[in-house]
């Protein structure tokens, strides 16, 4: 009875941290920000007009406050 009880709160512990896992957005060209294809590699829904959206100032390219304040606001999943 013990460890059947370990294996459940072991299993529910672990699901309840994948819960809380954040997406990881690679900057596959290491210049410190993401471009439209890196952000559609980590958020395959991503449209031009939400990444425009998320490109607060425009430059075509996702800043780590633009990336935080899209997660903040709902815009992009954690």
Not at 16 to 38: F, K, L, R, Y
Not at 51 to 67: H, K, M, P, S, Y
């Amino acid at each position: 009875m013990t460890r059947t009880l370990t294996a459940v709160l072991t299993v529910l512990s672990l699901a309840a941290g994948a819960a809380h896992a954040q997406t990881v957005v690679t900057d596959t060209d290491g210049n410190g920000t993401w471009s439209i294809e890196e952000m559609t590699a980590a958020y395959p829904d991503m449209t031009r007009e939400l990444f425009a959206q998320i490109d607060v100032n425009g430059d075509g390219q996702i800043d780590a406050d633009e990336l935080q304040a899209a997660r903040e606001q709902g815009l992009i999943a954690p």
